[in-house]
């Protein structure tokens, strides 16, 4: 019975063990993650590639591949990034991919970082220059400093690498960019590899001894490498869609629209409800990405001008000039990543879709609220019925008003049969006065 018992613990820890690693790693063979990044380089970008990173780490994997695809992105979201390529313990190769593909600005920051740099033909990398986070124009002095410090940071990735330090610095200084076979052909060049796919960047490194970003050598035994792919997490990819400029400002815009129709008829409750969460998600987004204040308050201006529209009248000046804001408001709004602009193709649609969808429920809402009152006491004033029988001032009688008998009070001698118009109400009883329509024949 011991030995039986001893036996069932033993065969537990092994499963427990066996279960501890990963399967991928059961045969022993190289292991490469991929890892693959297209879009703007924010906050979430770099939770996602921190995670990859650590997941590498932790499974003991050979070599870490990103696949990028950037038109740019956040200084300090790449320099979060840089610091743990730097510091992982597996080789970390950035690709450029598929042709066509870029990595522009930030992007390019990262292709200097990397332990290998490797693009697919008919790509390219390149046009660094920095610009200001918050959407306004840099005078000469600051867009200077903000230039001589990016190109400081791109020349110790550079050398560090052993690519071509002048190169890299024009990148930032000079906007300059290149193709897959400028960059190769550079001495020294700005990349090591050009590779039409990741297979085939696995195979060309199999045995390359490179150098790490501390100087050691490593040799890469890649040869039967298992990929093993870390996708994004559902939070990463929704939060990720939202962090889109012209996403962020087709969110503040929907906002602002549930916002006014719920003002215009209070207790409609969806509008006011999605408009909100439009909002909240929106604020967001712009804590991600980088808002121009100028844009930010022409947006609301414009917002304003086509409510003030509706009540003073214009002759369409205030109206177009709402539109107008809108339009300005939403290209600068997120003109601030480098390489990422709401272009007007969205803009110009979504600000005349807006301006005309506040005007039409605006005359819509007003010709409401003045309408006269067709229920309740007030719903009664106006109305015109007839005299049941003669009404002296002060005394009650009886009206018939819609088919109804109501009791009322003439303030004038009314004989019976005499067309007669409300002119107020008092609980159940109804203050009349003759009025112009012939009296009805026959009644009395």
């Known amino acids: 019975m011991v030995r039986t018992s001893a036996g069932l613990i033993a065969a537990g820890l092994l499963l427990l063990l066996a279960g501890a690693f990963p399967a991928g790693q059961d045969s022993g063979g190289p292991l490469a993650v991929v890892a693959e990044l297209d879009g703007i380089i924010h906050p979430i970008s770099a939770e996602y590639l921190t995670e990859v990173i650590n997941e590498a780490d932790t499974a003991g994997a050979d070599i870490v591949v990103i696949v990028l695809r950037t038109p740019g992105g956040l200084l300090e979201s790449?320099?979060?990034?840089?610091?743990?390529?730097?510091?992982?313990r597996a080789p970390v190769a950035v690709w450029v991919g598929p042709s066509g593909a870029r990595a522009a600005s930030a992007g390019f920051v990262l292709m200097m970082a990397a332990d290998v740099a490797a693009m697919a033909p008919g790509t390219h990398i390149g046009a660094a220059h920095p610009v200001s986070g918050t959407g306004e124009q840099m005078d000469e002095t600051t867009s200077q400093k903000a230039a001589s410090d990016a190109a400081a940071y791109v020349r110790t990735l550079a050398e560090a690498r052993g690519r071509?330090?002048?190169?890299?610095?024009?990148?930032?200084t000079e906007s300059r960019a290149f193709t897959e076979g400028e960059a190769q052909k550079a001495s020294p060049?700005?990349?090591d590899v050009v590779a039409s796919d990741v297979n085939d960047l696995l195979r060309q490194l199999d045995g390359r001894t490179i150098r790490r970003f501390d100087g050691?050598?490593?040799?890469?035994?890649?040869?039967?490498?298992?990929?093993?792919?870390i996708e994004m997490t559902r939070r990463q990819r929704f939060l990720g869609s939202i962090a889109h400029p012209q996403i962020a400002t087709l969110l503040l815009t929907l906002g602002m629209l549930g916002l006014t129709i719920e003002l215009w008829n209070p207790g409609a409750i969806v509008p006011g409800v999605a408009g909100g969460l439009c909002l909240l998600l929106a604020f967001f987004a712009f804590q991600i990405i980088p808002v121009s204040t100028t844009g930010l308050l022409l947006l609301l201006f414009g917002a304003a001008l086509l409510v003030a529209e509706l009540m003073v009248p214009s002759f369409g000046v205030l109206g177009i000039g709402g539109v107008i804001a809108l339009i300005v408001g939403s290209v600068m709004l997120t003109d601030t990543v480098p390489g990422v602009q709401v272009g007007l193709g969205f803009v110009i649609p979504t600000a005349l879709a807006f301006g005309a969808l506040v005007l039409f429920l605006g005359r819509l809402a007003l010709r409401a609220q003045r309408a006269?009152?067709?229920?309740g006491a007030e719903g009664m004033v106006g109305l015109e019925g007839f005299a049941r029988g003669p009404l002296e001032p002060g005394v009650p009688g009886d009206v018939a008003i819609h088919g109804e008998i109501?009791?009322?009070?003439?303030?004038t001698p009314v004989p019976a049969g005499q067309a007669v118009r409300v002119t107020a109400v008092a609980g159940l009883t109804l203050t009349v006065e003759p009025s112009g329509a012939a009296a009805r024949e026959g009644e009395s």
């Open 78 to 88: 790449t320099r979060t990034i840089v610091s743990r390529m730097i510091t992982s």
């Open 164 to 172: 071509d330090v002048m190169l890299a610095e024009e990148a930032v």
């Open 189 to 191: 060049p700005l990349i």
């Open 216 to 229: 050691r050598p490593a040799t890469l035994d890649l040869a039967g490498a298992e990929i093993q792919r």
């Open 372 to 375: 006269p009152a067709v229920t």
């Open 406 to 411: 109501w009791r009322a009070i003439a303030t």
